[in-house]
């Protein structure tokens, strides 16, 4: 089983700054099947990016993943008040799928 | 519209049974796989089942390995998840998630239902 580790579990920022979140897998994502996703509370999880780098429909430039291998980056380049959310990575090369434990982006 | 929507959670006793559902609408549900996907009180994701869109593959979390059973209702476009023997430690809110992509059983998803909460306690 691939584990997925996310850091820092919170980060504290203020809206206009730049949000730098960790994923690291166990194993080599040779593939670069990972995903992230945004959720807000009492929602459900929405698909951010796709194959480590690729937005979703609908995403705003200021979010971009990037990395390989087994150290993958969300970036949110100037938050603005609705990213305020916890943030899972998730690898799709087979199976188990796992998330990792999430990251809490919250206003400083 | 393209949307997934669970039902069937509810309060049990510990040791019973329970079934969720999830409806879908808005695509062709034979094509794509599914998968439950579950979130503890305050918790991350857990991966719970996910069913092959032909039905040929159906994988478990060992958490609920020999206890939850998925199935899917091509006819009526719905997804199901059989739990027995219930514990309290699978009190969580259960989402069903639909892969992006027709054909791959593991993927990524790109639509979630709103989630159906199970609350497992005497």
């Known amino acids: 089983e691939i584990v997925l580790t996310q850091s820092p579990g919170t980060l504290s920022l203020s809206p206009g700054e730049r949000a730098t979140l960790s994923c690291r897998a166990s194993?080599?994502?040779?593939?670069?099947?990972l995903a992230w996703y945004q959720q807000k509370p009492g929602q459900a999880p929405g698909l951010l990016i796709y194959?480590?780098?690729n937005r979703a429909a609908g995403i705003p430039d200021r979010f971009s993943g990037s990395g390989s291998g087994t150290d993958f980056t969300l970036t949110i380049s100037r938050l603005e008040p609705e990213d305020f959310a916890v943030y899972y990575c998730?690898?799709?090369?087979?199976?188990?799928?796992?998330f990792g434990g999430g990251t809490t982006v919250e206003i400083k | 519209q393209v949307q997934l929507v669970e039902s069937g959670g509810g309060v049990v006793q510990p040791g019973r049974s329970l079934r969720l559902s999830c409806a879908a609408s808005g695509f062709s549900f034979s094509e794509y796989a599914m998968h439950w996907v579950r979130q503890a009180p305050g918790k991350g994701l857990e991966g719970v089942a996910v069913i092959s869109y032909d039905e040929s593959r159906k994988d478990y979390a060992d958490s609920v390995k020999g206890r939850f059973t998925i199935s899917r209702d091509t006819s009526k476009s719905t997804l199901y998840l059989e739990m027995n023997s219930l514990r309290t430690e699978d009190t969580a809110v259960y989402y069903c998630?639909?892969?992006?992509?027709?054909?791959?059983?593991?993927?990524?998803?790109?639509?979630w239902g709103r989630g159906t909460l199970v609350t497992v306690s005497s």
């Open positions: 998630a639909k892969v992006d992509w027709s054909g791959p059983t593991y993927w990524y998803f790109d639509l």
């Open positions: 194959g480590v780098s």
């Open positions: 194993q080599s994502l040779g593939s670069s099947y």
């Open positions: 998730q690898h799709y090369e087979g199976s188990p799928l796992t």
